[in-house]
């Protein structure tokens, strides 16, 4: 075979190996592997093939000395370099990918459509903290502060259980800030609160299982105990929260009390006792997610629902991507005694643990002082941009929309009062803005959903609100 009808250039270009050697390695591995070069092809001699790929030599030389040792090629003296006659036939491709069967569960997670979260802000998306105004050289120093000290010991294997310094600051900021009833030894840190719904539903419900959760709701923690194949219904959401039901008691029941999610009412006190006393006489569990707690700006907060009795039967869930960083990828679970060794073998079968050095930073981040002082920070500046977004919408779209009661969070829920959702969705992102849909937060089949929006201000400067809002007017209603 003529050395010039092989695309060697053309091939060599498309190799990623570090070395000129390696590379031109792959690219003979490639073509024949792919049946561009047949069993029993006789290759260029390594002085043309060097010209004409303008290199050494000695590095073809050394690639043919490679690739020969590996089995592909076959060198005869006098005669030559050849392809190796005994090669199994280049694999036939087919005209189209395998069919893949998914499992059961592998269905419900795919039909669920997964939890996306915006990577880059944008008005409005929902949740985005405000990462310009973080103390950035604080969190520098801190890193390079634990990299100095312990850099070797936080690169190993960590303990699924979380890093016990970070789990210690964890359970005082909870008990001083949230009265929840803990010790280090009953917090797990883990990677999301999405990541705590997945282990829970996986731990506590079997296929079939009841669980309720709210109505609207968080989408992913209806996909959680969905794709682990429970029966999830919806319970009605008021001015007041999630209205507790006296019917047959379900395996679970996940809450947001602080700031209930999306419609943004905290759930009164009479309706927290009335739950904690529903599974304490039902036997179920109430998962309590404490969804923006950090960020009240009205009154003050209300506690915890896990800490307003001794064993409450409540799994308590937060994060610390809304309050710090999305990437930072640390979340926390308190849970009763009993579930801490369970929780921890399922975790070593997962993603084993959460980033050491981070664990650590954090906690230096919280003992110290700073996240207290970053929170006090942030509860003032989203609190006056949550009173701008009130102030230009009653102005601009006061007729048009009506804003559901929020006393804290990163984001205002609003209705509309005529016009289509959808349709006005998609002109809006034709104009550069992204609006969290509220309807499809409506999960139960048949129920009647309200339409609006969920608006994030969180990370939007005061005149990116404005101008915001102004383009949220002209859409066509």
């Known amino acids: 075979m003529p050395h010039n009808a092989v695309p060697f250039l053309a091939l060599l270009g498309q190799q990623q190996a570090t070395t000129m050697r390696e590379r031109v390695c792959a690219m003979l591995r490639k073509a024949i592997r792919s049946g561009v070069l047949g069993h029993a092809a006789r290759l260029p001699s390594s002085r043309l093939l060097a010209q004409d790929l303008a290199i050494s030599r000695v590095t073809v030389e050394a690639a043919y000395a490679q690739l020969e040792s590996e089995g592909y090629l076959s060198r005869q003296t006098g005669r030559g370099t050849f392809v190796a006659s005994d090669l199994p036939a280049a694999p036939v491709r087919p005209v189209t990918s395998p069919p893949v069967q998914l499992s059961t569960r592998g269905g419900l997670i795919d039909r669920g459509g997964g939890c996306d979260d915006p990577q880059f802000p944008q008005a409005f998306a929902a949740g985005s903290p405000d990462l310009r105004a973080f103390p950035h050289r604080t969190w520098r120093r801190l890193m390079q502060q634990r990299q100095r000290l312990e850099g070797e010991k936080l690169m190993g294997y960590g303990d699924p259980q979380g890093l016990p310094q970070l789990r210690e600051a964890v359970a005082d900021y909870l008990g001083q800030s949230r009265g929840v009833r803990c010790s280090a030894e009953r917090v797990m840190i883990l990677t999301s609160s999405q990541q705590a719904l997945q282990m829970i539903a996986l731990l506590l419900c079997d296929s079939g299982d009841p669980v309720w959760l709210e109505q609207p709701g968080y989408a992913g923690a209806w996909h959680a105990f969905r794709s682990a194949g429970a029966q999830v219904s919806g319970i009605s959401v008021d001015e007041r929260g999630a209205v507790p039901v006296t019917q047959a008691a379900p395996k679970l029941v996940y809450l947001t009390p602080s700031h209930q999610y999306p419609t943004g009412v ?11 006393e529903f599974a304490r006489r039902s036997g179920c569990w109430l998962v309590e997610d404490d969804y923006d707690s950090e960020f009240h700006y009205d009154g003050n907060p209300q506690p915890a629902l896990q800490g307003l009795e001794d064993n409450a039967r409540v799994l308590y869930l937060g994060t610390f991507s809304k309050v710090l960083f999305p990437s930072l990828r640390l979340a926390y679970l308190v849970v009763p005694d009993a579930l801490i060794a369970p929780l921890c073998r399922l975790r070593s079968m997962m993603d084993g643990h959460s980033a050491q050095l981070m664990q650590a930073v954090t906690a230096d981040f919280i003992q110290h002082g700073h996240f207290a002082a970053h929170l006090r920070l942030m509860r003032q500046l989203y609190g006056s941009r949550r009173d701008l977004l009130r102030r230009e919408l009653a102005e601009k779209l006061g007729d048009r929309l009506t804003p559901l009661a929020h006393q804290g969070g990163l984001q205002l ?3 509309l009062n005529h016009g289509d959702e959808r349709r006005l969705t998609e002109q809006a992102a034709a104009q550069g803005l992204l609006l ?42």
């Open 436 to 477: 969290p849909r509220l309807s499809p937060l409506y999960h139960q089949p048949g129920s009647e959903a309200c339409e609006g929006w969920i608006l994030g201000y969180s990370a939007l400067q005061p005149n990116e609100i404005t101008q915001a809002v102004d383009k949220l007017a002209r859409l066509s209603y």
């Open 266 to 276: 905290t759930l009164s006190l009479p309706r927290r006792l009335a739950w904690l």
């Open 413 to 415: 829920t609003v209705q």
